[in-house]
């Protein structure tokens, strides 16, 4: 009866999980049901396999939590068949451009930002084909209005599920939004000023979830605001999937 009531316990937990409630408070329960044991982490794997493998549902935030949690501290059985179900991340990643995405998904699987923001800048630097028109390794913004929708989405996604929904373009674009297009409030909102004075690559850029939110992934703002400008009105933003 004891393990009945657990039981129930458990998936009245997991039942509370929906979208409406804030991240904050979603990552809590998801911890403190993971730290129930393999009855709360089957049940949280469930949870994740419904959503994504049986009802091809789109991938939230809320699916980042839970892959999170059981990557980093799942039981070895859990994680096993984590991986079985989703042995290359939760996105499904399907370039116009045919760019192969996955190593950006697995570094910002183990959360490696610093390794997933140079090769966010790569892939920003080949869709505006740049290769094929200079040896230069960076975007003016009359290259931004060329990126593709899909890919900017694909890019924006796996930063924002893998990140508890801190970073990415969009995040970014919010928080510039918020402060009414006000540069200097932006740049120390994000954590790229500090009293004034922009932080230093890499060091002093923090390369972590204790990061601010829209700190990365990063713009060389010293070359002007014209670039990142030019991203936050590309009309990307304007797709019904990232309202």
């Not at 505006?128 to 694909?154: G, H, M, N």
């Amino acid at each position: 009866m004891e393990d009945l009531n657990y039981h129930s316990r458990v998936l009245e937990q997991v039942a509370s999980l929906d979208m409406s409630v804030d991240k904050s408070k979603q990552l809590k329960i998801i911890e403190k049901i993971s730290q129930s044991g393999k009855v709360g982490q089957e049940a949280l794997l469930h949870l994740l396999v419904d959503r994504c493998v049986v009802k091809k549902q789109h991938v939230e935030g809320l699916d980042g939590l839970i892959f999170e949690c059981l990557y980093f501290n799942g039981i070895d059985d859990i994680k096993q068949r984590l991986n079985s179900y989703f042995s290359c991340g939760l996105i499904k990643l399907n370039s116009s451009f045919k760019l192969n995405y996955q190593p950006l998904q697995d570094s910002l699987i183990i959360h490696d930002f610093e390794e997933a923001d140079k090769l966010t800048q790569s892939y920003l630097c080949l869709l505006a084909s740049l290769s094929q028109k200079s040896s230069r390794d960076w975007l003016y913004f009359t290259d931004v209005f060329s990126l593709p929708c899909e890919d900017l989405y694909i890019l924006d996604k796996l930063w924002r599920i893998y990140s508890r929904d801190k970073f990415g373009f969009s995040i970014q674009r919010k928080i510039w939004l918020s402060t009414n297009y006000n540069w200097e409030l932006f740049w120390s909102i994000i954590g790229w000023h500090i009293n004034g004075i922009p932080v230093r690559y890499p060091r002093e850029f923090t390369w972590n979830l204790n990061a601010p939110d829209g700190h990365l992934p990063l713009f060389n703002q010293l070359r002007g605001v014209q670039v990142i400008s030019a991203l936050f009105n590309h009309r990307v933003w304007s797709k019904d999937e990232l309202l």
